[in-house]
């Protein structure tokens, strides 16, 4: 904190998660995705200073990058010849203004109702998505397991705020070309209210990649191979008479 002719410079550090951000620096009214030092700025002009609110950012971050520690200098006059905001009454004043955006809470319940339906032997065309290889492919497989639960994600361990994530787990001896990202899609959208339960059974019944909808295919970046199991069995050589027989 630097004091200036009744106007303070302050130096804050802040934390993001940038998936629903254009990036950290400031977006242009016109622009329907905001960046962050949007919600900074705002957040500022909560405290109703006599100055224009400006931030100098240090660091720049892209569309969808996080940020554990990233920092920004900006001045404040208070009105009316008032003192300074101290630095800790300024971070709880920031953090205030700065509370979490609404967000839909998942229907964890339905997931796991709509999971149960996945589990066992069935056709999964639907949850395929078409390649080159389809035509050799059956669809038929034996999905194990689907389990969901409160994951511990790397963040927990640096974000100062108590963020939640939920892990899918899927268990087969093998999967289709995109069958676990189409799956926790449809999960997904079940837990957020976008497909119910029996929506889920219809489309597997469909046996039909054209019948998945458009657009709900869950992204790779949050898949994860976690291990490859064998039996005993799988482990016995072959010799040219066991795979005539």
Same mark, same amino acid.
């Given at each position: 904190? #630097?004091?200036?002719? @009744?106007?303070?410079?302050?130096? #804050? ?6 998936? &629903? ?14 960046? =962050?030092?949007?919600?900074?700025? *705002? ?5 109703? !200073?006599? /100055?224009?609110?400006?931030?100098? #950012? ?14 920004? $200098? ?5 009105? /009316?010849? &008032? ?7 300024? =971070? ?10 609404p967000i839909s809470d998942l229907d964890v319940g339905a997931m796991r109702n709509a999971a149960s339906l996945l589990v066992g032997t069935h056709n999964f065309s639907s949850f395929r998505a078409l390649n080159s290889e389809t !035509?050799?492919?059956?669809?038929? &497989? ?9 994951? *511990? ?9 108590? #963020? ?6 899927? &268990? ?7 069958? %676990?990202?189409?799956?926790? @899609?449809?999960? %997904? ?7 119910? %339960? ?32 064998? $039996?005993?069995? *799988? ?6 008479? *066991?795979?005539?027989?």
């Open positions: 904190m #630097i004091m200036r002719n @009744g106007s303070v410079r302050y130096l #804050i550090f802040f934390q993001y998660l940038g998936t &629903k951000y254009s990036g950290v620096m400031k977006a242009p009214p016109h622009q329907a995705v905001k960046g =962050v030092q949007n919600y900074l700025e *705002d957040a500022v002009r909560c405290l109703r !200073p006599v /100055n224009e609110v400006s931030l100098s #950012i240090s660091s720049r971050t892209d569309t969808g990058v996080h940020a554990l520690g990233n920092s920004a $200098h900006f001045d404040l006059q208070r009105q /009316n010849g &008032k003192p300074p905001f101290a630095e800790e009454v300024l =971070v709880d004043a920031l953090n205030f203004h700065l509370r979490p955006e !035509p050799f492919k059956d669809p038929v &497989k034996t999905l194990e397991k689907v389990g969901l639960e409160l994951g *511990d994600a790397f963040v927990h361990k640096h974000f100062h705020r108590d #963020i939640q994530f939920w892990e899918l787990t899927f &268990k087969s001896r093998s999967f289709l070309y995109k069958q %676990v990202r189409r799956m926790t @899609g449809a999960l %997904v959208a079940v837990g957020q209210g976008q497909m119910s %339960v029996s929506g889920v059974k219809e489309l597997l019944e469909a046996q039909d990649s054209q019948a998945y909808p458009h657009n709900l295919t869950s992204p790779p970046e949050g898949l994860f191979l976690t291990r490859v199991e064998y $039996h005993r069995s *799988d482990l016995q050589l072959y010799t040219q008479e *066991d795979s005539q027989s």
